[in-house]
């Protein structure tokens, strides 16, 4: 039996603000660092619960920018309807002239999504540079990722259709050693 993809329940409150909270007991890990962008469908890290790690994935309707972490990186054991972050809205002033930016960025940004469920490695090895970095430049063929499926480290190679042969990457949407899906988003670009 595999693991089940458990999605984070969303509350707001009367000023537009919005907090994602957990959605069973259990142990949460590999967080989402404050200032990332979050939008439903997309990881939160996973709970793991009686030793099985499940993906935890932003509900329907989230989509903002990280404030106020539980934790920045690790693990905490969490209870059920536990707050997880707030999330500042992307118009709102509470998100800052970044989020405006990101906004901005976004609207043109191309997404390069997992082609398959596993772990995802954003370097080579460890203390080893990225494959790619925000600002960087990739082009068709370039690795950009790596997707651990049962101990076999698949390259995640950047190109395919409605991706330009260069451009920009604009976001990195997941932090080294995520558990990813197929179809997750791991980075957006633009062409150049």
């Known amino acids: 039996m595999g693991a089940t993809v458990l999605t984070a329940l969303l509350r707001r409150d009367e000023a537009g603000g919005a907090s994602l909270h957990a959605p069973a007991v259990g142990v949460w890990v590999d967080p989402p660092r404050a200032g990332a962008r979050v939008r439903a469908g997309e990881a939160l890290g996973a709970l793991r619960i009686l030793d099985r790690r499940h993906p935890?994935?932003?509900p329907p309707g989230a989509d903002g920018l990280v404030l106020e972490p539980l934790m920045e990186s690790g693990e905490r054991a969490v209870q059920f309807g536990e707050r997880l972050c707030a999330l500042a809205p992307l118009e709102g002033a509470a998100a800052g002239a970044a989020a405006g930016a990101a906004a901005g960025e976004d609207a043109r940004a191309l997404p390069v999504r997992s082609p398959i469920d596993?772990?995802?490695?954003?370097?080579?090895?460890?203390?080893?540079?990225a494959f790619v970095e925000i600002g960087g430049e990739v082009t068709?063929?370039?690795?950009?990722?790596?997707?651990?499926?049962?101990?076999?480290?698949?390259?995640?190679?950047y190109g395919g259709p409605g991706l330009p042969p260069r451009a920009r990457?604009?976001?990195?949407?997941?932090?080294d050693g995520a558990e990813v899906r197929q179809g997750q988003v791991l980075a957006r670009v633009?062409?150049?």
Request: glycine fraction near 10%; avoid cysteine.
């Open 118 to 129: 596993g772990i995802a490695y954003l370097r080579p090895s460890p203390g080893a540079p």
């Open 140 to 157: 068709e063929g370039q690795t950009v990722a790596l997707v651990e499926v049962m101990k076999t480290f698949h390259p995640l190679r």
């Open 169 to 175: 990457v604009v976001s990195i949407e997941v932090h």
């Open 56 to 58: 935890l994935v932003a």
């Open 190 to 192: 633009e062409g150049v």
